[in-house]
């Protein structure tokens, strides 16, 4: 997948009247610029609002972030940069959306290596909840609720809003050192990381940095890394009866539960930092009526993986649960894996940050090389895909702060 000068943006994308995003200083109904802010107000308080409030107004569920991602272009080409878009072929269950892409953004001439990367996602979870801020002064307090306030549009605006703070007031810092990246595709299959990834060594000139700062909710602390993954579906194959003649035929739902209690009850792994592997059933079908002794079953699982290397943890994992189904009939299961990776674990020795480890995925493990791993962002993981996404004030400019510490640690300053 090759990249593309966003100069021709527009002509490539062919974005109808329809999907072309409103200025960024235009505010709807519900916006907070109109509203009176206390005294404490940072001097950027209104940009993080304005940005922010234009980010949540866009639907971008993963799949359909082409309106979005027009709308960042048009926004950093505005602030001076320099950007490229790299198209990211559809989702398999969406073939016929707009084109969706990447988008690499950086200062002055492009360089092979910078000193660090700024990077987060711009697509969302369904459905789409429209921005709304409540009513009343602006203070640190006030709560913005809406899809991606907090995963993870709150990170890409403090981010955005940080770096053109950190380069407009300190002087120290090259403005071509940082290198920014927004990506596709996170909450699905991962697919705009792993594209950029992929990339990298075919670029012209080819391009590595030496720390990469991902956004995503960590409670405005700094993570020491995140659970590994792994995603399966087993099936087990039994022998339809009358449901008056069990013993005629073989239950696969019976031979399922058992299974599922067994794995439930093992040690899938511990470590001092990650804490305790942990198992889910997502999804439990088999059967075909209450009458009939069922014949088929299938689950669809995932593991939080808390033990072993990046590469082979999931393995770990996926060997003990393969030895569980086969212990509870070697002839009635299979088990299908998608895919699946070990913890992972970032930088959080940075003086100033409280720390957190977090058992959710991110990009981090779709973006190979040898860099310095940082992972934060404003916001709980706990409100974030319900229908009561929210985010404070106060931890939006929290993290437009934190950031640019960031940056300054990652730059060596």
Not at 273 to 292: E, Q, Y
Not at 309 to 325: A, F, W
Not at 339 to 358: A, K, M
């Amino acid at each position: 997948m090759h990249w593309t000068s966003a100069i021709v943006f527009p002509a490539l994308l062919a974005l109808s009247a329809a999907q072309q995003q409103r200025p960024l200083s235009e505010a709807n109904h519900h916006s907070g610029s109109s509203q009176h802010a206390s005294a404490d107000a940072p001097s950027y308080r209104g940009e993080v609002l304005q940005l922010l409030e234009s980010l949540v107004s866009i639907p971008s569920i993963s799949g359909e972030e082409n309106e979005i991602g027009g709308f960042l272009v048009d926004y950093l080409k505005q602030q001076g940069y320099q950007v490229d878009i790299q198209f990211v072929p559809p989702p398999k269950d969406k073939p016929d959306v707009p084109d969706r892409f990447n988008i690499l953004a950086w200062n002055g001439d492009r360089k092979s290596n910078y000193k660090t990367l700024v990077t987060s996602h711009i697509d969302t979870v369904p459905p789409h909840i429209p921005w709304e801020i409540e009513s009343g002064e602006i203070s640190k307090d006030t709560v913005i609720k809406g899809r991606g306030t907090t995963d993870a549009k709150g990170s890409v605006t403090a981010q955005l809003v940080a770096v053109n703070h950190l380069l407009s007031t300190n002087k120290d810092v090259n403005p071509e050192d940082i290198i920014l990246l927004f990506v596709v595709s996170e909450e699905t299959s991962g697919e705009g990381m792993r594209a950029f990834s992929d990339s990298l060594r075919h670029m012209n000139p080819p391009l590595s940095f030496d720390s990469a700062i991902f956004g995503e909710p960590t409670e405005n602390k700094l993570a020491c890394g995140h659970k590994g993954a792994l995603f399966c579906t087993a099936e087990a194959k039994g022998k339809d009866a009358h449901s008056g003649y069990p013993e005629l035929g073989k239950s696969a739902n019976e031979l399922m539960i058992k299974a599922m209690n067994k794995i439930f009850e093992t040690d899938l792994g511990y470590s001092p930092l990650f804490g305790k592997t942990t198992f889910n059933v997502g999804r439990f079908d088999g059967g075909v009526a209450s009458n009939v002794v069922p014949a088929r079953a299938w689950v669809d699982i995932s593991a939080r993986v808390a033990v072993g290397s990046e590469k082979e943890g999931q393995n770990d994992v996926r060997k003990k649960i393969y030895d569980i189904l086969q212990e509870t009939d070697p002839e009635a299961f299979t088990l299908n894996c998608s895919h699946g990776y070990g913890p992972y674990e970032s930088n959080c020795d940075v003086e100033g940050f409280e720390q957190i480890v977090v058992n959710y995925g991110t990009d981090i493990p779709n973006l190979e090389g040898d860099y310095v791993r940082y992972l934060y962002g404003p916001g709980s993981i706990l409100v974030a895909h319900g229908d009561h996404e929210y985010i404070t004030v106060g931890d939006l400019e929290k993290a437009v702060e934190d950031y640019q510490k960031l940056i300054l640690h990652a730059l060596g300053q």
